[in-house]
């Protein structure tokens, strides 16, 4: 059986924490592969480590042990302009919060991220949008949307650059059943294409849509 190629790495990932003369461990050795067409959900309890390992994924913050590979190049421990061009280009990022700029509209959030990854394709904008069901919202700016629609909102913009990784924390946290089988086919279809997701999520129909899960608690791999 032929192997699917991996997109990304993390292997034996640790973040240290301190607050005063207090040390905690948010990571505790975390290793996984991400492969071609997978679609992978990650699951655990409130401070298992879920928002840090994303960030850690993304480049957004750095590893005290171990690293992160995506499409074959180390991300970690490279300057953070190394890491923003990776990011831009290779990877797709949907926090639960600060997705969005505030004095842009809808539209103009998604266009500046795909024009950071260099790819802007103005045609495949509606669409996307429209699949959302967020097409009205194009004009609307961030401090007047809804926290279902600002997910979708900043789901649309983490895709928009098509790129090869997609990382999303709770994007159908606030969504009605309708809007959460709309976003689970978007994401199907989009693994479909080559490419990998993976969601952090307390969903149980998102977690039965996805090709396999990895549960987090204290900071460890606990199932995978």
Avoid at 13 to 28: D, I, M, N, P, S
Wanted: charged residues 30%.
């Amino acid at each position: 059986m032929e192997v699917s190629p991996c997109l990304l790495e993390a292997h034996d990932l640790y973040r240290f924490y301190h607050v005063g003369e207090e040390e905690t461990l948010a990571l505790k050795g975390v290793s996984f592969l991400l492969r071609q067409g997978e679609f992978v959900v990650v699951q655990g309890p409130s401070g298992s480590g879920k928002s840090t390992l994303l960030n850690c994924l993304a480049g957004l913050d750095e590893p005290d042990g171990g690293y992160v590979n995506i499409g074959g190049h180390r991300m970690s421990r490279k300057p953070e302009r190394v890491r923003s061009k990776m990011r831009a280009r290779d990877i797709g990022i949907m926090l639960q919060s600060d997705n969005l700029f505030s004095h842009l509209s809808v539209e103009e959030n998604i266009e500046l991220q795909m024009r950071l990854a260099g790819c802007w394709r103005s045609k495949e904008v509606p669409e996307l949008l429209e699949r959302l069901g967020i097409a009205e919202l194009r004009h609307a700016r961030p401090t007047g949307l809804s926290g279902g629609e600002a997910a979708r909102v900043g789901l649309a913009v983490a895709m928009s650059p098509q790129p090869t990784v997609l990382l999303a924390d709770e994007p159908t946290g606030e969504l009605d059943r309708r809007s959460e089988e709309a976003v689970l086919e978007l994401l199907d279809d989009y693994r479909r294409k080559g490419r990998a997701v993976l969601v952090v999520t307390h969903s149980q129909s998102v977690a039965e849509a996805a090709d396999r899960r990895i549960e987090l608690l204290d900071g460890k791999v606990i199932h995978e």
